[in-house]
C-alpha cells in the first residue's frame, strides 16, 4: 500500500478550468508533479503560472476539474484538514508575504511558535539555522522595511521551510536576485530538494535558471499545457510555441500584445466623451 | 432608459445585500475565534494597548475640553434662572448618557478605525493574509478576532474616561473660575445620576459604539480592493460609516433607554 503511495504522483490535477470574468486561463490541464523532484511550471507572463500554485493549495478554487495532494482531494477537504495539509506544504510567494510588522528573525520564527510549543532556546537555534542556509542569518534583527526586494524573498524562502514541509512551491524565485544571488538560489533549491527529500513546484519564465535544476518542465500558453518534459526534451520540441519561448523570440504563435482590435482601428476610433 | 435604470437600482441593491451578508459571515467567522483568544491572552493585550492605551491621550483631552465648554454653557443659561447648583448635574448627565459614548464612538472611529482599516487593507496588498493562510493560520482568528474583542473592550473605557475627566473639566469651569458653590455641584451630580439609569446605559451605549466601529474598521479592510485606491476608499468608508452608525444607533438607543 506504502509503495503503491510513493509511486503515485504527490500532486495529480486532471481537466482544470478556470476563468477570470470572459477570460479562460486553463482549459482542461492536466498535471503530474511527481514525488522528490523539482517540477517547473513555465509560460508566458499573464498565463496563469502563479494562478496555478493559488489553486493547488485552494486558496482559489477552480471551476472544474480535480487537484489531488498526496491522494487527498484538495476540492471537498474540510477547513481543518486544508490546514493540516498545508502545514506540510511551504510556500515562496512573488512578493515575499512577510509580516511587516515583525523582524526577519520574528518572520522565521513565526511558523514555529505558531504550530508547535518548542523552547526558546530551540526555536532561536531552528530560525539561525534557516536564515543561514539563505545567507540572512546577519540580517535577523532587521524589519521587512529595511530588506531589497531580493532579501525579502529568500527571509522568505527561510519561513517557507521552517516547518520542514513535504513540499514546497516557489512563485517566480529568481526575478530581483542579482547574479550572485541568483546562482546561490538556483543550487539552494535544487540542495533543498535532495537533502530534504522535498517536492518541489517552480513557477518562473527565467529559461536558463529553471532548467539547471528542474527535472520536469510544464509549459502553459492559453490555457493548455503546450508541452511536458525534461528540459533537453524541452530544448529539443518542434513545439512553435516552446521554440519560440525557449528562445525568446519575437515572432511566433505566442503573441506579444494583450488581445486587442488593430491598432489603425483603434487609433482612429472617436475619442470615448 | 427606465430599464436602464431598473437595472442598475437592482445591480446597486444585489451589490449591497451580497456586502452585508459578507460583513455579517466575517463577523461569524470573528467571533468563533473567540476561545482560541483566550488561549493567548498576549494577543489580545497588544491590540488593547494599539487601541485603547494610543487613544486615552486625544480621549482624555477632548473629554476636558468638552466638559470645560459644557460647564461655561451650562452656567450662563443656569445662572440666568438661579439654578447654578444644578450645573454639575448638568455636565455629568449630558456627559455620561451622550456625550461621553458618542463622541468617543466618533474620535474612536477616527484614530484607531481608520488605522485598523488602513493596516487590514494593506495586510491584504501585500498578500501577507495569503501567506498566513500558508503557513495554516487562519488570518481572520488570528488578526481579525483580537482586534474586535480589544475594540469592545476599549470603547467602554474609554467613553468612562472621556466621562470622568469632562466632569472635571466641568469642575474646574464651574467650581473654580465661576464659583459655583462646591458641595452644591457635586451633592446634585450625586443625587441625579442613577447607577442603573445611567452608568449602565452609558457603557451599554459605548459598547454597542465599540462594537458597530469595530466591526466596520475590520469589515471594510478585510473587504477593499488591494489597491493603494481601494486601501484609501475603505478608510474613507470606514470613518463616515461608523460616524453615521454612531449618531443613527445613539437616537435608536437613546428612545430605547429613556423613552417612557
Redesign the interface.
Known amino acids: 500500500m506504502q509503495n503503491t503511495k510513493e509511486s503515485q504522483p504527490f500532486v495529480k490535477i486532471r481537466g482544470l478550468h478556470f476563468s477570470r470574468g470572459a477570460r479562460k486561463i486553463f482549459d482542461g490541464i492536466d498535471i503530474d508533479i511527481e514525488r522528490g523532484k523539482v517540477t517547473a511550471i513555465m509560460g508566458p507572463s499573464g498565463t496563469g503560472k502563479t494562478t496555478l500554485l493559488k489553486l493547488i493549495t485552494r486558496q482559489i478554487r477552480p471551476d472544474s476539474g480535480t487537484i489531488e495532494i498526496d491522494g487527498q482531494l484538495i476540492n471537498t477537504l474540510s477547513h481543518s484538514k486544508l490546514y493540516e495539509l498545508r502545514m506540510r506544504m511551504g510556500m515562496l510567494f512573488q512578493s515575499g508575504a512577510l509580516l511587516t510588522d515583525i523582524t526577519v528573525f520574528e518572520n522565521v520564527a513565526y511558523p514555529i511558535r505558531e504550530h508547535t510549543d518548542l523552547q526558546e532556546s530551540m526555536i532561536r537555534r531552528l530560525v539561525l539555522l534557516k536564515l543561514e542556509a539563505v545567507g540572512l542569518r546577519g540580517a535577523r534583527d532587521l524589519m521587512p522595511n529595511e530588506l531589497s526586494g531580493g532579501m525579502a524573498r529568500r527571509v522568505a524562502l527561510a519561513r517557507a521551510m521552517a516547518l520542514d514541509p513535504e513540499i514546497v512551491l516557489y512563485d517566480e524565485p529568481f526575478t530581483g536576485q542579482d547574479p550572485i544571488s541568483m546562482g546561490i538560489l538556483v543550487k539552494l533549491i535544487r540542495q533543498l530538494n535532495d537533502a530534504s527529500r522535498l517536492t518541489s513546484i517552480l513557477v518562473s519564465h527565467d529559461v536558463a535558471e529553471t532548467c539547471q535544476i528542474a527535472d520536469r518542465i510544464y509549459v502553459i500558453s492559453d490555457g493548455k499545457v503546450v508541452e511536458r518534459g525534461t528540459p533537453d526534451e524541452l530544448h529539443a520540441s518542434e513545439s512553435a510555441a516552446v521554440k519560440q519561448f525557449i528562445h525568446g523570440l519575437p515572432d511566433g504563435p505566442v503573441g506579444f500584445h494583450f488581445p486587442a482590435p488593430p491598432l489603425a482601428d483603434d487609433i482612429l476610433a472617436p475619442a470615448k466623451p | 432608459m427606465i430599464l436602464d435604470q431598473l437595472q442598475r437600482l437592482g445591480q446597486w441593491g444585489i451589490a449591497f445585500f451580497e456586502r452585508l451578508g459578507r460583513a455579517h459571515l466575517l463577523l461569524l467567522q470573528m467571533l468563533s475565534g473567540t476561545f482560541g483568544l483566550l488561549r493567548r491572552p498576549s494577543l489580545l493585550t497588544a491590540q488593547l494597548f494599539n487601541l485603547g492605551v494610543l487613544s486615552v491621550l486625544i480621549i482624555t483631552v477632548s473629554g476636558l475640553f468638552v466638559g470645560m465648554v459644557l460647564a461655561l454653557q451650562g452656567y450662563y443659561v443656569l445662572a440666568d434662572f438661579g439654578a447654578e447648583e444644578s450645573l454639575g448635574a448638568t455636565v455629568a448627565a449630558s456627559l455620561i448618557r451622550e456625550l461621553g459614548p458618542v463622541v468617543t464612538g466618533l474620535l474612536f472611529a477616527g484614530r484607531a478605525g481608520s488605522a485598523l482599516t488602513a493596516e487590514i487593507g494593506?495586510?491584504k496588498a501585500?498578500?501577507?493574509f495569503?501567506?498566513?493562510?500558508?503557513?495554516?493560520?487562519?488570518p481572520v482568528k488570528?488578526i481579525l478576532t483580537p482586534r474586535l474583542i480589544a475594540g469592545l473592550i476599549s470603547v467602554p473605557l474609554l467613553a468612562s474616561m472621556f466621562s470622568a475627566i469632562g466632569v472635571l473639566g466641568g469642575s474646574f469651569i464651574g467650581v473654580g473660575l465661576q464659583g459655583v458653590d462646591e458641595g452644591a455641584f457635586w451633592s446634585h451630580m450625586q443625587s441625579t445620576i442613577d447607577l442603573q439609569k445611567d452608568i449602565y446605559n452609558s457603557l451599554i451605549k459605548s459598547f454597542i459604539f465599540g462594537f458597530a466601529c469595530t466591526w466596520i474598521a475590520l469589515f471594510q479592510g478585510y473587504d477593499c480592493v488591494p489597491t493603494s485606491e481601494g486601501v484609501s476608499r475603505a478608510t474613507t468608508r470606514t470613518v463616515v460609516h461608523s460616524a453615521l452608525a454612531v449618531l443613527g444607533l445613539d437616537f435608536m438607543l437613546t428612545a430605547v433607554m429613556y423613552g417612557s
Do not use: W
Not at chain 2, 130 to 138: I, K, N, P, Q, T
Open positions: 494593506l495586510m501585500t498578500e501577507q495569503s501567506g498566513l493562510e500558508m503557513m495554516a493560520v487562519d488570528r
